[in-house]
């Protein structure tokens, strides 16, 4: 009974979904009940997929028969404010969820840098611990460069406005993006728009690039981005984005999981 466990940052709500919708060979799902899994079972339920909830200390009563079961735990938005915290809280939940999985992808980029030694710093767990890595083996820097594939495709983007400030923003951003800017340290309170606006113009930004990524469960992207080009006098900026990194990411350890297992 191969057990795959997904430890992700809300950041990829989206990403994740669609790996479930679109990966038959998924037949158990089970999502821990946190306080930050209601956003990926609300779309979950949207998308017509099947799942337990259940709690965080009773994984191992939910693991049964021989097809691929997926276990998925949400994180907090709010861990990015303090990157030694996230790394701290990250490792933990790889330590104890390794006793049960047979392979671990953590849903993360390099946050802080300090992310980025997961093969060898978590290379005494029970079953493999992978990150969200680029073709060349890179860890990707953060949920931007996740859905553009590569740090080189992020500075081109960054270098083909000409130095004009731009504001990356994926539909879980847009969505999120007053939770973001507190974490951000741009400002304690996310109500605060004349501070956030003076933090924008001081550090020149000018434009929002709305990332399509193509994925399409977070129902107001487009207006929540609007919004947020409103209040900072933005230009709007559209963006071709893309899940494949971690689609890629995921199927590189569904296939070395199941090589480990012998079904493949």
Not at 61 to 71: M, S
Not at 74 to 91: F, G, K
Not at 108 to 118: Q, S
């Amino acid at each position: 009974m191969p057990v795959m466990t997904f430890i992700a940052c809300r950041m990829f709500e989206d990403e994740i979904v669609h790996i479930v919708e679109t990966d038959d060979s998924i037949k158990h799902l089970l999502i821990v009940d946190n306080e930050d899994s209601g956003g990926l079972v609300d779309k979950l339920n949207d998308a017509g997929c099947n799942y337990s909830l259940v709690p965080g200390d009773g994984i191992t009563q939910h693991l049964e028969g021989d097809d691929i079961t997926l276990v998925v735990e949400m994180l907090e938005l709010a861990l990015h404010a303090t990157p030694e915290h996230l790394r701290e809280v990250v490792y933990g939940k790889a330590r104890e969820m390794s006793e049960y999985s047979d392979g671990i992808l953590l849903f993360y980029g390099l946050c802080g840098n300090v992310l980025g030694k997961v093969d060898t710093e978590l290379a005494d767990l029970p079953c493999p611990v992978r990150i969200l890595k680029e073709d060349n083996g890179d860890v990707i820097d953060d949920c931007i460069g996740a859905v553009l594939g590569s740090r080189a495709a992020y500075l081109e983007k960054l270098k083909s406005f000409h130095g004009v400030g731009t504001f990356f923003m994926t539909p879980m951003w847009a969505a999120h993006w007053r939770e973001m800017v507190v974490s951000a340290g741009m400002t304690p309170d996310p109500d605060d728009i004349k501070l956030s606006k003076f933090v924008f113009d001081y550090a020149g930004y000018k434009n929002v690039a709305k990332m399509d990524t193509g994925l399409h469960y977070e129902k107001q992207f487009e207006p929540k981005v609007e919004e947020f080009a409103k209040l900072f006098e933005f230009n709007i900026i559209d963006m071709e984005a893309s899940p494949k990194l971690l689609v890629r990411c995921y199927e590189q350890l569904k296939d070395e999981v199941l090589k480990v297992q012998g079904v493949c």
